[in-house]
DNA sequence: GTGGTCTAGACCACA
DNA sequence: GTGGTCTAGACCACC
């Protein structure tokens, strides 16, 4: 599996990377008990401050999609939820109120936005990453 | 019109405070013309620091929202695009990216989150809180 | 590149900032990518606020002159229109109208104005400063 | 003569009224020793401050324009330099550099300025007012 | 190290 | 009364 980040983005590198393998967990690209890079490896590969990429897995382990074996590396855990229901709605509800925010102050209709969403979770999610 | 912030949220509250407006704009409850309060009386409302709401305001005027009457306030504008179509895309198309990257990472499918966009849109806008 | 400041202008120091930025663009002094002091940086070399300098870029990133790579620093961006040809044809119109107003105050002709506008322009654009 | 203001203007109103009867005499349209209308008269047709037309004839005073006869009104003055040449080229000076650093910002070129500038003189400066 | 947000408070121009 | 600019300094997120 290939890593990229996009820098001049503002979603911040952390997150790029734990999004990339949440997301290929997701799709199945990496299964349980699947290896990630290690730390210096991954940061070496995107020219990045290792930092960036250790903040990124302990989040991932915060959240329950990777576990850490020290020594060894990073592995991905056996799915389970860790937010409730209620906390996983409120915050994807304020990502959307700042869509819905963003929308309104540059004019677009709440159809225009729809369609624009349908149309980037298609291409973002139905083309499998290399 | 009221005016309300939450103080714990994420949401920087100079954004609140514009969004708030951008929205009543969008909904007809402020008018073309109509005076939104002065910086210091907002300020004292909301028991914030004046500064703080002069900041939404300025950045309502460099939307074009608001216009500002050197000594006598701030108005609402008569609408107009300020911004090219691209840059429109392009400011809405960063803003759907990050709601991606959440969907993603909180383990929402696509069609879950199309049918909460919907959801809260037709909440937000149609019917006029209060 | 060397920042320069008059601190008893009328023109705003922030706005003295965000000109020399805008200036070294146009003459192509400053290319795509580059970057431009940190905040920090600049308040101290110019011994003034740093809100003062993070008021000049942000209001430049506003304009798509810049962009900024959260705990990076600020770059210029590639060159895109931001506005629409009516709203900069507006802004430029507003400028336009304040140095006729000021001409006839100060019992300039119109011919004098306009060859000085001339001279200002190719001394200031043209040759590069230092 | 017929005063007017344009409230959404940039231009502070003491300076639109300073301006049209600074115009007024540099077309004829005023006189050495004609009227002004009176502050409290102008403050009603204009629906303004009396302050703000009282600051503009103080400001016409003080540059030589009017002259104030106590009790009886306020008068074109005979018309004399109050600046040096350089102090009137400095002030002039300063809004051009302001509306090259905007010609810079919206990108626009010289020449475009240029003819703007040429057309908007026209425009306004042709044309007597009322 | 970088920037982002917010507060407190000063001084000035304009109506 | 209104907003505009600037300073000083705190706290936070990100690299």
Redesign the interface.
């Known amino acids: 599996m290939r890593y990229r980040i996009v820098?001049?983005?503002?979603?911040?590198i952390f997150?790029?990377i734990?999004?990339q393998i949440?997301?290929a967990v997701?799709t199945g690209d990496l299964k349980i008990g699947d290896s990630v890079p290690s730390v210096r490896q991954l940061a070496r590969d995107l020219v990045i401050n290792p930092n960036t990429v250790a903040k990124a897995y302990s989040d991932l382990v915060a959240?329950g999609v990777l576990e850490n074996q020290p020594g060894r590396g990073y592995f991905i855990n056996k799915r389970r939820?860790v937010?409730t229901k209620t906390e996983?709605?409120r915050?994807?509800?304020?990502?959307?109120?700042?869509?819905?925010?963003?929308?309104?102050?540059?004019?677009?209709s709440?159809s225009e936005?729809?369609d624009?969403?349908?149309e980037?979770?298609?291409q973002?999610?139905s083309v499998a990453p290399e």
Do not use: M
């Open positions: 820098a001049g983005s503002n979603v911040p997150r790029q734990a999004d949440g997301r997701a959240s939820q937010f996983r709605l915050r994807l509800d304020e990502t959307i109120d700042l869509l819905i925010s963003q929308s309104v102050a540059l004019d677009f709440a936005v729809l624009r969403v349908k980037l979770f298609t973002k999610l």
